[in-house]
């Protein structure tokens, strides 16, 4: 599996070893956190706004998504999902580069959007939710 890195990112102020946002002015970053009245369905993983994303194994893009109905969320409106090791994924906050094919492990998925345009003094982070919509809190 993938345990020990389920993304990185590259740049003087990287997050090479995946660490998990915790707490913040926003709220907290861990599966099934509170988020007014629903739970949040992900984990998110600090990443700098900016900082180019990679492939943690070989995946299969299967296309873009869109995260956020809020025309005022447009700066962070992006996202992909991902597939491979068995594993069915979506990354948000993250623009691909490409929106189909395979990308190898280490290979460059996309970039991490402007997080502080949209949230100013969150922590940015990558979203990182399961298409089942379990917790991926294991594979990191």
């Not at 369905?41 to 990679?54: H, Y």
């Not at 299967?62 to 996202?79: F, H, M, Q, R």
């Not at 003094?121 to 990182?128: A, C, D, L, P, R």
Request: charge should be positive.
């Amino acid at each position: 599996m993938f345990k020990k890195h389920f993304y990185k990112e590259v740049k003087s102020h990287g997050n090479p070893s995946n660490s998990r946002r915790t707490s913040d002015g926003w709220g907290q970053g861990h599966y099934g956190a509170g988020r007014g009245g629903r739970l949040h369905e992900g984990l998110d993983i600090k990443c700098s706004d900016g900082s180019t994303v990679f492939a943690p194994f070989d995946v299969t893009l299967n296309g873009k998504l869109t995260v956020y109905t809020d025309p005022s969320k447009a700066a962070i409106n992006e996202g992909i999902n991902l597939s491979g090791e068995g594993l069915c994924f979506k990354l948000f906050y993250v623009r691909p580069d490409r929106t189909s094919g395979r990308v190898r492990k280490g290979e460059r998925i996309g970039t991490m959007l402007p997080m502080q345009r949209v949230y100013p003094g969150i922590t940015s982070h990558v979203h990182v939710q399961m298409c089942d919509k379990s917790d991926p809190t294991r594979y990191f």
